[in-house]
Structure formats: C-alpha cells, structure tokens
C-alpha cells in the first residue's frame, strides 16, 4: 500500500509542478502586459486614467514573482525529483514481499488474471516450473508436463459420460472354429461433448502404420483395425459396419467410401454452435477373431465418467479376465454377473479422468479351450 500511495504522491507533485510553471508564466505575462500598460498610459486618452496608478510597481512584482516562480522550479526540480524517487524506491522494498504475496495469490486463486497477461508459452513454462519444485526433480516435470500438454491441452475435444455397451454373438457366415472363425461385436458409444468439427469420421483399415495415423486425426472418432490374415478385406463391410448415429437423439445420415484395405464412414452433425455441449451416440458392428483372445476399446480423446458393459452370453467363452488402463490413483469399479444366472456379463465403470489411448481390454478363454 505504501508503494501505491508513493507513485499517487508523485502523481500529485508533477501535476504540482506543472501548474506551478503555468502560473508563473501567466504572471510573468501578465506582469509585463501591466508594464507595457504603464508606459503607454501617459500618451493615450483611452488609457489616461490611469495615470495615478502604480502600474510600474505591479507590473514589476508580478514580472519577478512569475520569473522567480519558474526559476525555482526549474532549480528545485531535481533536487525533488531525487527525493521523490528515493521515497519510492524505499517504498517499494519495505512492501516488495507484500506486493509479491499479492500477487502470487492473485493467481493462485484467481486463474484469469494470468490467463489476461500471460502468453501460452509463458504459461507453458510456469506451469512446468511449478510441478518441478513440487516434484524436486525438473526433467521429469518438463516431460510430465510435456505429456499433459499434448495429450490433453492440445485435445480438440473432451468427451464426459462415456457409456459402451459391447456384445459378442457367434459369425454364421464363416468357420465356427479354427482359423477365420470369429465373433460379431456389436457395440453402441454414447457420449456428450462439444464438437471440434462439423463431421465425424469412423475407420476400418487392415495397415497398422494407418490404424496409427488415424487414431490421432482429429476428425476420427473411432478407429478399428482389422487383421488382413483373416482372409477377408479391411474394407469388407462384413468386416466394420458403422450402423446408426445420432445427435441428441436425431439420426444423422452416414456416408461411406472403400477402398482395398480400409473404409471411411462419414457423418454430418449439422449445425451445432462452438458452445453447445451435445449428446453423440453411435452403434457399430465389427469382427473380432475368436481365437484372438482379446478385445480392446480406448479412447481416443480426454474422458471424465467410463463405463463400458461386456456381454458373452451368446458366445462360447468360459471366462473373462479385465485389464484396465486407466493412468490414475483411483481404482476402477468391477461387477460381474453371478454364474447362476444365465447372463453373462461384466461392468467396468470409472469416474475420474482418462487420458487419451487409455481403455479396457477384455481377454478370454474359449470353452473348448478347456477340454
């Protein structure tokens, strides 16, 4: 507070000065005008009256009084102006800490105001340094906070309330055992989030270099890779078919182009404002090879609430086991279906935040596996 009152009191004093300079000019004028007035009194009628006055004797104080007014300003100015920013400078280092709690609390509490003045890569960087006196080692706060960064701050979208529902039925168009068998996955996504882009796509391919590459193209909202030893192509629609989507529960139309090796699907959300927050849903129907074991589903965005139900019972699986990826403190909730009843399935639900390409796999063990 001193420190403010310090630079109000040096506003006060310049603006001091300045009328000071002012008024001594106007009476050195002034006094000159009275001066110029007495000498030409004597000879004009129009100012003969006044004559009796003393002009010479004001004309004379208000000249010096004006001159001496400006002189010792401008002589005294420095000398004040020292004075002045001696005061300041003490000031400021009596209340630096101050000032600097202030601040600091400032942003700790109110996060906008260095959002208002800080560039990203500044705040890049403070955030960096932070985590890096917090967690004493700074290489590992650099690349901690790098992989924050680009995983989660570069995003396009965040997706909350993801809810999957997978279920596994027998493929009747192929070998029910042995190689190319395999199951038909139908599973269904619902979630809400604020769209990055007007079209949404969804991909089949049989190239892993690919299945790569699109899993971090932001306008993919899902990915599956299709193994081509299968015997049956990436861009089959046996293979993936992307069956119904939605927007707030009002269907959308779905394009779809192939080529060998993958296939494209394509949706419009129509018009949806950069701040509506909107509820996506979408079913899907993909082959899963049998004696592959293993089925696994990620996110391909920043998630906050994932629950995902698993149902075999139309398959023949003796059990299942659960992995789940999810990079946090926090354990996962696990409930599976009791073997006395005739469902079987398996709940896998977690509240916090997942990161992007975190997920849960599903691993299996056939029935004839067990003979």
């Not at 001496?68 to 800490?97: G, M, Q």
């Not at 079209?199 to 089949?204: D, G, K, V, Y």
């Not at 073997?339 to 398996?346: D, E, N």
């Amino acid at each position: 507070m001193q420190a403010v009152r310090g630079l109000e009191r040096l506003r006060d004093r310049r603006l001091y000065k300045t009328k000071l300079r002012f008024a001594g000019l106007v009476t050195a004028v002034l006094g000159v005008g009275v001066l110029a007035a007495a000498g030409a009194a004597p000879s004009s009628p129009t100012w003969h009256w006044l004559v009796g006055w003393p002009l010479d004797e004001i004309g004379t104080t208000l000249l010096s009084a004006g001159v001496v007014a400006v002189i010792f300003e401008y002589y005294a100015r420095r000398e004040a102006d020292e004075r002045t920013d001696e005061h300041l400078r003490r000031a400021i280092r009596h209340e630096a800490p101050a000032i600097r709690d202030a601040v600091l609390d400032s942003f700790a509490f109110r996060p906008e105001a260095l959002r208002n003045i800080a560039s990203d890569d500044a705040l890049d960087r403070i955030a960096t340094n932070a985590l890096g006196m917090r967690l004493g080692d700074q290489h590992l706060a650099s690349e901690a906070y790098a992989n924050l960064r680009d995983q989660v701050i570069r995003s396009p979208e965040r997706w909350r309330n993801v809810d999957v529902a997978v279920s596994l039925a027998p493929w009747t168009a192929g070998p029910v055992t042995g190689k190319g068998s395999m199951f038909v996955a139908t599973v269904r996504w619902e979630y809400r989030l604020r769209p990055a882009n007007s079209t949404m796509r969804f991909a089949c391919v049989a190239e892993a270099a690919e299945y790569r590459a699109l899993s971090r193209d932001p306008t993919v909202a899902s990915v599956w890779h299709f193994d081509p030893t299968t015997g049956l192509d990436a861009g089959d629609q046996a293979a993936f078919e992307l069956l119904e989507f939605s927007v707030d529960g009002k269907p959308r139309t779905i394009r779809r182009s192939e080529r060998r090796g993958s296939q494209i699907y394509a949706v419009n959300l129509g018009k949806v404002e950069p701040e509506d927050e909107v509820t996506v849903s979408f079913t899907y129907r993909a082959l899963v090879q049998r004696h592959g074991h293993l089925l696994y589903l990620d996110l391909p965005r920043p998630a906050r609430g994932f629950h995902v139900r698993f149902d075999y019972t139309a398959v023949p699986i003796s059990y299942v086991s659960v992995l789940d990826y999810f990079a946090s403190p926090d354990s996962s909730y696990l409930d599976q279906s009791p073997a006395a009843v005739p469902a079987k399935t398996i709940d896998v639900r977690f509240d916090g935040q997942v990161f992007p390409r975190a997920g849960v796999a599903f691993v299996w063990v056939l029935d004839d596996e067990l003979a």
